[in-house]
Nanobody, 114 residues
Framework: QVRLVESGGGLVQAGGSLRLSCAAS????????MGWYRQAPGKQRELVAT??????ANYLDSVKDRFTISRDNAKTVYLQMNSLKPEDTAVYYC?????????WGQGTQVTVSS
């Protein structure tokens, strides 16, 4: 079983920054892409950013140039969020493709006040 533990959410004013972290643990034979999704109240979960094991990244259009996804090893992924806007308010979930299965973290709340 693979476990994903997120940290770094919180309350910030518009224009501020937050950094989310996600660490994978457990028996991991292989881990490929990792990423971040978010879900705002009353909305569907959406992909925010993903990063492949080789380092290539993809972003939701509305966060490009503000958010940066990175990995410092095969099992830890970060999301640096700058110039935050109230519409970025959501629960952010870490996702990982590990051992040929898809895993989710428990989610961390990000609230941006105007």
């Amino acid at each position: 079983q693979v476990r994903l533990v997120e940290s770094g959410g919180g309350l910030v004013q518009a224009g501020g920054s937050l950094r989310l972290s996600c660490a994978a643990s457990g028996i991991i034979f292989s881990i490929n892409a990792m990423g971040w999704y978010r879900q705002a109240p009353g909305k569907q979960r959406e992909l925010v950013a993903t990063i492949a094991s080789g380092g290539s990244a993809n972003y939701l259009d509305s966060v490009k140039d503000r958010f940066t996804i990175s990995r410092d090893n095969a099992k830890t992924v970060y999301l640096q969020m700058n110039s935050l806007k109230p519409e970025d308010t959501a629960v952010y979930y870490c996702n990982a493709e590990a051992n040929r299965r898809n895993y989710w973290g428990q989610g961390t709340q990000v609230t941006v006040s105007s």
